[in-house]
């Protein structure tokens, strides 16, 4: 996997499984790595510890939250490169939501979800398309679907609901950026050991562990591999597809 003059804009990278994408893109040569997030203290940390370790990187803030936001970022981005090589799209809202049957969520927590996993994610492909389209090296888009979308995690189900259509959006704009030789891809993750995932019941890790065909918890770099591919140019002729990442707790 060879990142080599790739510009990748990754979103959500400030902690986690996210800083864990920049983490492997810096490892695959990656030209410049733009690190993505609201959180402006531990996202500019990550930057310059990427940098700490020789790679090219920044932080720049973003809240996907905020049509504006999303078109001052992409103008930055513009701005600065000119283009765009790899897109990530990881950034949403997962912390602290769970737990809740669909009668018990509230109208506000939903269209909060939405508006961040959702239509986020369509904003920020809408504003970084052209750069992409700008790519020598043929775009890539990778979006963070959840493999909670494919076996129907119960009392989750504005998070399950966004993931799904993740999905579904996956392969809408791979079709419509095709022509652009831009692939669009998304993977569907289990549980990972991350901050984000740490209130989550000890009875629903567990049942992660003990479903999987690999019977263990999952990290983030089990994870990461198959993003650093998908932003490769080796997975040119690769678009369209869900990729779970969950030790063969669900199958596609």
């Known amino acids: 996997m060879n990142l080599d003059g790739r510009i990748i804009v990754i979103t959500g990278a400030a902690r986690g499984l996210g800083r864990g994408f920049a983490e492997a893109c810096a490892k695959a040569g990656a030209k410049h790595i733009i690190v993505a997030d609201i959180r402006e203290d531990i996202g500019e940390e990550t930057a310059a510890a990427l940098r700490d370790g020789g790679a090219s990187a920044e932080f720049l803030k973003v809240d996907l939250g905020d049509p504006e936001s999303i078109k001052a970022f992409a103008a930055q981005v513009e701005r600065a490169h000119g283009h765009i090589d790899g897109l990530v799209n990881n950034g949403a809202i997962a912390t602290g939501i769970g737990g809740k049957t669909f009668e018990e969520i509230d109208i506000e927590t939903w269209d909060l979800v939405m508006r961040v996993n959702v239509r986020g994610l369509w904003l920020m492909v809408k504003a970084m398309a052209p750069l992409l389209r700008k790519s020598t090296l043929g775009g890539r888009i990778v979006n963070l679907a959840s493999d909670t979308a494919l076996w129907g995690a119960p009392r989750l189900l504005h998070y399950v609901g966004s993931k799904g259509a993740v999905i579904s959006m996956t392969r809408s704009l791979a079709r419509e950026l095709g022509a652009d030789n831009i692939a669009v ?56 597809q869900l990729i779970p990442v969950n030790g063969g707790f669900v199958f596609n």
């Open 185 to 240: 891809n998304a993977i569907a993750p289990g549980l990972v050991l991350v901050e984000a995932t740490e209130y989550v019941p000890q009875e629903r890790k567990d049942t992660y562990v003990s479903g999987r065909a690999i019977q263990r918890a999952q990290h983030p770099d089990d994870t990461v591999g198959v993003v650093a591919f998908l932003l490769s140019s080796e997975a040119g002729f690769v678009t369209g």
